[in-house]
């Protein structure tokens, strides 16, 4: 699959992850395409490199629709990893896209899941028409 993104559609996707997401307390939100190229990255991941947890996020969200599959699952609505002070939030985004969300034990998974939620809808038809 081949696609391209304008710099007004980049713009847009970084307003919109800023608004809904940066704005609720998650510290870095990346969007990702399903081979694990990094589209968008917005927040302060610290010393994480995003290149590799994009890839290696796009991997595990891969195997984790195989799991769902062999269980009998279309695929799970909730892709989730809680760690003692970080945590991360993958929603899928369409067929191809996933987004990336890392927040910290202050801000709750309910709030996350729902942020996500919203920045889901923006983001679909945004995706969809440019690609």
Request: proline share 2%; aromatic share 8%.
């Amino acid at each position: 699959m081949e696609f391209v993104l304008s710099e007004k559609t980049l713009q847009v996707i970084d307003g919109v992850i800023d608004e809904d997401l940066l704005s609720s307390g998650a510290t870095c939100a990346l969007l990702v395409d399903r081979s694990g190229y990094l589209i968008a990255n917005r927040g302060y991941p610290s010393d994480i490199d995003v290149v590799a947890l994009a890839a290696l996020s796009a991997a595990n969200y891969g195997v984790t629709e195989e799991i769902a599959r062999l269980v009998g699952e279309d695929n799970f609505s909730l892709l989730f990893h809680k760690g003692a002070t970080e945590n991360i939030h993958y929603t899928k985004i369409g067929d191809d896209f996933f987004l990336i969300t890392l927040f910290n034990k202050d801000v709750s998974l309910g709030l996350m899941r729902l942020k996500t939620a919203k920045v889901k809808s923006h983001l679909l038809p945004i995706l969809q028409e440019d690609n």
